[in-house]
Nanobody, 125 residues
Framework: VVQLMESGGGSVQAGGSLNLSCAVS????????MAWFRQAPGKEREGVAC????????SYSDSVKGRFTVSRANAKNTVYLQMNSLKPEDTATYYC??????????????????WGQGTQVTVSS
């Protein structure tokens, strides 16, 4: 069973930064696509960033483009989400997601087979 473990969440003031990490274990496919989603209370889950398993191509939602950066370290079976210039509206539970082995990545929930338990990010004004 593939397990994802997020870390790095916390509380920060607006304008601050956080770096989330997601470790995948065991990982028999370093080519699987990965993504980050978030869900705020009373809102639907939103895909914010993804990275493909072949070329490392990235995509972002309009709400985070230019502020968030997704990256991966295949040797460590880890994907990261660097979040800069955080805003109060970024407050949410952030989830890491992994495909079943496909390299293809997009921001749709149905693309991913495995999910972490989430890490809370709170941004105060």
């Amino acid at each position: 069973v593939v397990q994802l473990m997020e870390s790095g969440g916390g509380s920060v003031q607006a304008g601050g930064s956080l770096n989330l990490s997601c470790a995948v274990s065991p990982d028999t496919s370093s080519r699987r696509s990965m993504a980050w989603f978030r869900q705020a209370p009373g809102k639907e889950r939103e895909g914010v960033a993804c990275i493909s398993g072949d070329t490392g191509r990235t995509s972002y939602s309009d709400s985070v483009k230019g502020r968030f950066t997704v990256s991966r370290a295949n040797a460590k079976n880890t994907v990261y989400l660097q979040m800069n210039s955080l805003k109060p509206e970024d407050t949410a539970t952030y989830y890491c997601a992994a495909s079943g082995g496909s390299w293809y990545a997009d921001l749709r929930s149905e693309t991913y087979n495995y999910w972490g338990q989430g890490t809370q990010v709170t941004v105060s004004s």
